[in-house]
T-cell receptor, first 114, second 115 residues
């Protein structure tokens, strides 16, 4: 059973389009995250949700809108895609937002904007 | 604010040789430190973590790391490299922000194993 699953795994689209990435976790965790990994492999947090409530919004453009319908799901919608949005997006979850907690990551969704 | 620096974006060792991946951190509070590994086309998985207590931490696949406060370091080692260790390795420090955990990652080190 996959603990954190993301769909789609690959996404190729044109500039200006709108796209969504979905994430689901079956670990019973309270907190979910979106991280972005750029072409140089640098990982940076974008958003964090705790029990459907947005906790962290790390100066991400308004074109990115996360939505958490329940604590097991965290989706990422991106409007008006730009070339610079090309990256691998990782969803993750943890038991709570405690500093010592381990994050469980999904396999990533590779977004390519042409 | 917390930060992490990984020295060497690419490390290459021979199979059976010692693996040493370097990580230095900056933290205004006692740090919680992690090493994650990313195999090609996969997500990150935890190798080991340090929170409090024993400064030498053992992880999966024979890896270990030692927390040295005086050197602000958390280097990752493995006595004998195996071909399956080839991957990208990330050091991270954990921050707490408005009730949520925020992992701040280093830039990663790609480990290549030569036969």
């Amino acid at each position: 059973d996959t603990a954190v699953s993301q769909t789609p795994k690959y996404l190729v689209t044109q500039m200006g389009n709108d796209k969504s990435i979905k994430c689901e976790q079956n670990l019973g965790h309270d907190t979910m995250y979106w991280y972005k990994q750029d072409s140089k492999k640098f990982l940076k947090i974008m958003f964090s949700y705790n029990n459907k409530e947005l906790i962290i919004n790390e100066t991400v453009p308004n074109r990115f809108s996360p939505k958490s319908p329940d604590k097991a799901h965290l989706n990422l919608h991106i409007n008006s895609l730009e070339l610079g949005d090309s990256a691998v997006y990782f969803c993750a979850s943890s038991q709570e937002g405690y500093r010592a907690n381990v994050l469980t990551f999904g396999a990533g969704s590779r977004l390519t904007v042409l | 604010a917390q930060s992490v620096t990984q020295l060497g974006s690419h490390v290459s060792v021979s199979e059976g040789a010692l693996v040493l991946l370097r990580c230095n951190y900056s933290s205004s509070v006692p740090p919680y430190l992690f090493w994650y590994v990313q195999y090609p086309n996969q997500g990150l998985q935890l190798l080991l973590k340090y929170t409090t207590g024993a400064t030498l931490v053992k992880g999966i696949n024979g890896f270990e790391a030692e927390f040295k406060k005086s050197e602000t370091s958390f280097h990752l080692t493995k006595p004998s490299a195996h071909m399956s260790d080839a991957a990208e390795y990330f050091c991270a420090v954990s921050d707490r922000y408005q009730g949520a955990q925020k992992l701040v990652f280093g830039q990663g080190t790609r480990l290549t194993i030569n036969p």
